[in-house]
């Protein structure tokens, strides 16, 4: 079981909006930042957002990152047969003192 | 361009050791530090830990201390992860991750991954 609790999938029409959901605790995405990444079949994850809401450059603003309480949210928008990947939440833990992942959420654009 | 070049592959026997490398380029190795995660086939990813070049400060998950030691060599800019006692659930792609970490405010943590190596695929099959 992960630390951050992620649906193991969504799907949405291609140029659909589509929201990944991220839910953990106080004593993580309650009180820290929240970054997201995207894995595309056999590569290496990719950062899509960073400190809740921020873009690494080179990122499309369809990303978008947001955070309330203890949770976090990844929108994508226009979606793309290429945005279809693994997404993966990614905070620190205070009380485990470590990074903790979310389990993951299959995009599928149909 | 900044990247981060990991060893082969590895294949190992139950019991054995395992040493991964990543050598770090195009920036300097001691502004960030290098974590460690990992992926067992068809699975999602897990954290394993990371490194501050600059301070050799260690933060590891729980599950793995005793059977991991993460360093580096400045002078190669290069950060290694040992894993011991393997078994066969240790079999795994295993990734480092030039990371950025601290703290804002009281006890706001930053935390994030910003450039992969290409990951090492490490079998343990008797």
């Known amino acids: ?110 | 361009q900044v990247q981060l070049v990991q060893s082969g592959s590895e294949v190992k026997k139950p019991g054995a050791s395992v040493k991964v490398s990543c050598k770090a380029s195009g920036y300097t190795f001691t502004t960030y530090v290098i974590s460690w995660v990992r992926q067992a086939p068809g699975q999602g990813l897990e954290w394993m830990g990371w490194i501050s070049p600059y301070s050799g400060k260690t933060s590891l998950e729980q599950k793995f201390q005793g059977r991991v030691t993460v360093t580096t060599d400045t002078s190669t800019s290069t950060a290694y992860m040992n894993l011991r006692s393997l078994r066969s659930d240790d079999t795994a792609i295993y990734f480092c991750a030039r990371s950025t970490w601290g703290k804002k405010g009281w006890s706001d943590y930053y935390y994030h991954m910003d450039v992969w190596g290409q990951g090492t695929t490490v079998t343990v099959s008797s």
């Open chain 1, 1 to 110: 079981q992960s630390v951050l609790t992620q649906p193991p999938s969504v799907s949405a029409d291609p140029g659909q909006k589509v929201t990944i959901s991220c839910s953990g605790s106080s004593s993580n995405i309650g009180n820290n930042y929240v970054s997201w990444y995207q894995q595309l079949p056999g590569t290496a994850p990719k950062l899509l957002i960073f400190e809740n809401d921020k873009r690494p450059s080179g990122i499309p603003d369809r990303f978008s990152g947001s955070k309330s309480g203890t949770s976090a949210t990844l929108g994508i928008s226009g979606l793309q047969t290429g945005d279809e990947a693994e997404y993966y939440c990614v905070t620190w833990d205070g009380s485990l003192n470590a990074g903790v992942f979310g389990g993951g959420t299959k995009l599928t654009v149909l």
